[in-house]
């Protein structure tokens, strides 16, 4: 029995330590200012900026096709089984080039540097 009591003593000595902390307000405290407005300068949000997106789905393939007033800029394609990719068309001219999830311009390197 004397076990059990000194097991909870000890607990509650503790938290009866810790109340003249949690009981103390700080009278330093100041409230935050207000949230300034946006610049002036700022351009308002344009609604023809934002990209149209059409979803088609062929055999299997989901196809996202991006659209910025009414020109094709991009071309995701997620195959059923595959690792998706991207064609797009970087310079406006109507070529688009492939990119995997990613970019095309990493190569990882996969030498062995040693072994143990």
Request: hydrophobic fraction near 40%.
């Amino acid at each position: 029995m004397r076990r059990i009591s000194s097991a909870l003593f000890v607990p509650f000595l503790l938290a009866l330590a810790a109340l003249p902390a949690l009981a103390q307000e700080r009278s330093d405290l100041q409230p935050l200012p207000a949230v300034p407005p946006p610049p002036p300068e700022m351009a308002p949000f344009d609604e023809s900026l934002e990209p149209e997106v059409t979803i088609k789905k062929r055999e299997g393939d989901t196809i996202e096709e991006h659209r910025i007033n009414g020109k094709l800029f991009k071309i995701k394609v997620t195959p059923a089984h595959g690792v998706p990719y991207y064609l797009i068309d970087r310079n406006g001219d109507g070529n688009f080039s492939q990119t995997t999830m990613g970019s095309a311009d990493v190569s990882v390197p996969q030498w062995v540097i040693g072994t143990f």
